[in-house]
């Protein structure tokens, strides 16, 4: 049974930073990729920045490039996401995910699409307002 669970959410104003953080039950290496995800109310659920968990490469969304950084500790089985520069429309549950099970084509840790991952937090909730 694998378990993630994030912290680290709250209510912060726009331009501020929030660190999340995602504890996984088990070593981060046993796994393909860990991302981060999102969903906004009414929106479908969206891949923010994930991480290839053993040569550590990344991927970010274009929305969240340069203010957003995804890093992995895989001694404490844990991986971060760091916001800043926080904007309204970053406002969401924010969500940890894992794969361990390669599949034929596919690289999660590249594309970071929400249905290539297999184990899901409960969620974080980030808050961006004045």
């Known amino acids: 049974q694998v378990q993630l669970v994030e912290s680290g959410g709250g209510l912060v104003q726009p331009g501020g930073s929030l660190r999340l953080s995602c504890a996984a039950s088990r070593f981060t290496l046993d796994f393909i990729a860990i991302g981060w995800f999102r969903q906004a109310p009414g929106k479908e659920r969206e891949g923010v920045s994930c991480i290839n968990s053993s040569d550590g490469s990344t991927y970010a969304a274009d929305s969240v490039k340069g203010r957003f950084t995804i890093s992995g500790d895989n001694a404490k089985n844990t991986v971060s996401l760091q916001l800043n520069g926080l904007k309204p429309e970053d406002t969401a549950v924010y969500y940890c995910?894992?794969?361990?099970?390669?599949?034929?084509?596919?690289?999660?840790?590249?594309?970071?699409?929400?249905?290539?991952?297999?184990?899901w937090g409960q969620g974080t909730p980030v808050t961006v307002s004045s």
């Open positions: 995910a894992a794969v361990s099970s390669w599949r034929v084509g596919v690289q999660p840790a590249e594309t970071c699409l929400s249905y290539e991952y297999d184990y």
